[in-house]
């Protein structure tokens, strides 16, 4: 049986002090119906995962470099994540994408690189909103698929985030049938190129996921979750998005 994913989305937030926030919530969720994760800025992983241990809150990386080792100044590897007791990490998101001209080629070769780490890749996907109005979000959507999923793709090594940018940080949320055609029509390609496997494979919805409306996105049909930026800051607010989860 799947597991639904609470994803937390820290972005460029986050000092010693916000360890707390990770203690409260494993203490709030000792043994949660769904699983938790905090992805923390890189300088808080290997401190978080030890927060962590031993709790049900798992920790991942926000973007990892393609190769192991190298001479990339400022980057990380995806063994490095793991080795800092990383267990996932976010690839694509759209202000990688936008901020660092990440393309999806470059964004497959990362979802490859935290496979063979032994990670698990959130591959994020989601139109701009002159793409939407210009009624190409299906298309855009298959595309980013098409080009950032690794052969190899399962349930166990791969969770895809359905993000609109236009939804990221701005308190815009796209309609509940809005949400399920999306994904709705990403499980359709999973499945296509996988096969029945890819059931397994989790779709978070990311973009202004809060408290008041956790519920009703967790209602919608191949929503497995939720990938949190703002919202997963504070344990408080992050814990009620989990409770949703929890009961959907
Ligand atoms: P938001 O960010 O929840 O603050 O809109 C979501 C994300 O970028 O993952």
Redesign the pocket.
Known sequence: MMRRLAAG?WKMHGTAESLDEVRALASTFPSPKCDILICPPATLLSRMAETAAGTAIAVGAQDCHTSPTGAHTGDISAEMIADAGGAYVIVG?SERRSDHGESNAEIRAKAMAAKSAGLAAIICVGETLQEREDGRTIEIVRGQLGGSIPDGTTGQNTVVAY?PVW???TGKVPTLAEIAEVHDDIRKEMIARFGTAAQEIRLLY????KPSNAHEIFGVPNVDGA?????SLKADDFGMIVAELERA
Do not use: F, M, P, T
């Not at 990311?206 to 996921?209: E, K, M, T």
């Open positions: 989305n998101h993000e939804a990221i940080g990311g973009g202004s996921v990938l949190v930026g703002g919202a």
